[in-house]
């Protein structure tokens, strides 16, 4: 196993990000030679699981995947301009969030080390790595963790380790169902869609750039079911995932949420400790592992 094979940490701060439990998936891994994360966000599975002879990392989010690029194709420049985010963090947050909205309009390989190095900044020092870009609500790039951009150097040592891994990735950017293309038996694709609970409250375009109603968690569940493919699909336990996914292996897992809260905020108000709640989750496989 080379060294660009091993374990690493995901580099992001993510929402619904599963580097904390990623863990307890690893007895569910099947054996395959194609891999296809298709919801990738900060892409816990792909660092953490030894890499396939081909990978293929999706999503949605053109900041996110012009990091990945960025990382994996111009280290060197994007760690530069890294190093020039110095001095006034709340300016150079100004700069990125508000000052080059213009960045975020962009795609594809347009601008890529300046849309990276954005990308990267925010969601190191936002609230809790939510890096979504709505012009109506702009107070939600909120400036809340400036410690985020500490050990600047280390961070790096360690997004250099993550460009080896990503070395000979396919990185795309658009809907998770072009993924599904070309599947065969040999393919093992993951699938970590926006919790259905949220899209249910229409909390999804809070946690993400687009947003995932309920209609996109059924278009999701028949896609999969067509796919030739060995299939996980990561997702909150609720009765309406459990009937888009009848027949299929449910696996119950449990783990403390990171920053969810079971007070509300009047309770915080009247003294009472805010605490972190346990998720139910499930891992739904269409194979024995
Ligand atoms: C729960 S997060 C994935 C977290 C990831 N597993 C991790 O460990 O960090 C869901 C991701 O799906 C992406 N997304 C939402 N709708 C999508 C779609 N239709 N196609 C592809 N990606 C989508 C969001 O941008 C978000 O990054």
Known sequence: MSPSDGPVRSPLRYPGGKSRVVKLFEAYFPEHSDYREIFAGGAAVFFRKPRAKRNWLNDLHPGLCALYVAIRDHFTEFAELCREQKGDLRGRFNYWAFERRDLMAATGDDLLV???VQYYFLNRTVWGGRVVFDPKRTSRLYFSN????????KKLAHLSQISARLAGVRITCHGY?????GATEDT?????????????GHLTDKLYDKSFGVECHRHL????????????VSYDDCPAVRELYRGWRLVELQWKYCGRYAVTNEAKARGQKERKVTGNELLILNYSP
């Not at 169902?177 to 293309?181: G, H, I, P, T, V």
Request: glycine letters at 2%; a negative charge; one cysteine or more.
């Open 177 to 181: 169902e072009k993924c599904l293309a």
């Open 114 to 116: 300046q849309r990276a």
């Open 221 to 232: 569940a028949e896609a999969l079911a067509s796919a030739s493919a060995k299939v996980m």
């Open 188 to 200: 093992f694709i993951y699938a970590d869609p926006p919790y259905y609970r949220e899209s249910a």
């Open 146 to 153: 400036p410690e985020g951009w500490s050990n600047l150097e």
